[in-house]
């Protein structure tokens, strides 16, 4: 089978309390957006974006890829749509593709109208795009020889225990609970015992100006930790995540 072609669509998180997860994203100087009726919430870019969703626990509902090779509308699965406000739909193309215990999906975004309205792109933390994720699994080589068998080996870079599973402009690290904790000595997140996995443990975010991004964070409260490469860190307790911001490229 040729290997796909894709690159990193969305990534859709659980979160116990919707409506201190949203609060909690506008403190950190995210524009939000509604995704349906039932209240969830989306922080778009313009290639990708963060679904919030209810969930029990702090938990990974779906890794979305969007199919960048020619046969991309025939390779979609039926339409599905989500009132959003009014006659605002949001609709959307959703195929499971089968990578062991990670929730992936190949998606489709058919209004990018409803989902990117100018103003959702204008995040007061200057924020321009989501370039990576870190992710609890139970076994991370099953994920990656289940990747690697659609996307080919050339997607997939074992590092140790670590598992970097590489889209356009973005990565997914995949590691063991016990691996994430090394791999970010400073995750301020609780890590549960045994850890519900799959998890989104933290998020790397280009910025325009990690300066002006410090200054945003600060100004609202958000301590903000200035690491030796430049990038900064925060925490985000009400959405389960620590955040990296990092100077776009």
Do not use: K, Y
């Amino acid at each position: 089978m040729e290997p796909l072609r894709t690159r990193l669509d969305r990534l859709r998180l659980g979160v116990p309390d919707l409506d201190a997860a949203t609060a909690a994203l506008d403190r950190l100087g995210f524009a939000t957006v509604p995704l349906g009726a039932t209240g969830w919430r989306g922080v778009a870019f313009p290639f990708e974006h963060l679904e919030f969703e209810p969930a029990t626990t702090p938990a990974l509902a779906a890794v979305g890829v969007v199919d960048t090779s020619e046969h991309a509308a025939a390779n979609d699965a039926a339409p599905a749509t989500r009132e959003v406000t009014g006659s605002a739909r949001l609709a959307f193309a959703e195929t499971p593709l089968a990578a062991g215990e990670l929730p992936l999906v190949r998606a489709r975004t058919l209004t990018p109208e409803t989902l990117r309205p100018a103003a959702a792109l204008r995040h007061p933390n200057g924020a321009l795009a989501l370039t990576g994720a870190t992710c609890v699994v139970a076994e991370p080589e099953a994920v990656a020889q289940a990747l690697a068998g659609l996307f080919g080996e050339a997607a997939i870079t074992r590092t140790d225990a670590v598992v970097a599973f590489r889209q356009a402009g973005a990565t997914l690290l995949l590691a063991s609970a016990r691996d994430v904790e090394l791999l970010h000595p400073d995750l301020t997140c609780t890590l549960d015992d045994p850890v519900p996995a799959p998890r989104i443990v933290a998020l790397a975010l280009a910025v325009a100006d990690p300066a002006r991004t410090a200054e945003t964070l600060t100004a609202r409260g958000r301590p903000v930790r200035r690491r030796a490469d430049g990038s900064l860190g925060t925490a985000a307790p009400a959405l389960g995540l620590s955040l990296e911001f990092h100077a776009a490229a």
